[in-house]
């Protein structure tokens, strides 16, 4: 699916989105996001591409995996812009959380050390 966004590969998009697959995003009215549910897998990809169109800069994804599940790194000019945390059922990405809020992003590169009280 990286791949496919970044090369808006329409056609690699929809053979990995659900047909009723939802979007979800978070911006906190910081960075641009969707106000309401997106739902369906062409106002999804209408989303993505139009989003990515006004980052400026150039644009990357990458795997990764975030809270133990599949998801993808956004990064405009080498900086944390977006992740998408992804909900597979049945080899389909069905959900998708989108999150912009730079100020749940800053967290992704950094380590939490985790004591023993």
């Known amino acids: 699916m990286s791949l496919a966004v970044e090369t808006s590969d329409l056609r690699g998009l929809l053979d990995v989105l659900a047909?009723?697959?939802v979007v979800v995003s978070?911006?906190?009215?910081v960075r641009q996001a969707a106000l309401r549910p997106i739902v369906g897998a062409e106002r999804a990809i209408r989303l993505f591409i139009g989003s990515m169109r006004k980052v400026g800069g150039t644009l990357t994804?990458?795997?990764a995996v975030i809270n133990g599940s599949p998801a993808l790194l956004f990064r405009a000019d080498g900086k944390v812009d977006g992740v998408a945390a992804l909900r597979i059922e049945d080899a389909l990405?069905?959900?998708v959380?989108?999150?912009r809020n730079p100020e749940k992003l800053s967290r992704l590169e950094s380590e939490t050390p985790l004591t023993l009280q």
């Open 26 to 29: 978070d911006g906190v009215g």
């Open 61 to 63: 994804t990458e795997p």
């Open 97 to 99: 959380y989108y999150v």
């Open 19 to 21: 047909p009723e697959v």
């Open 93 to 95: 990405v069905t959900g």
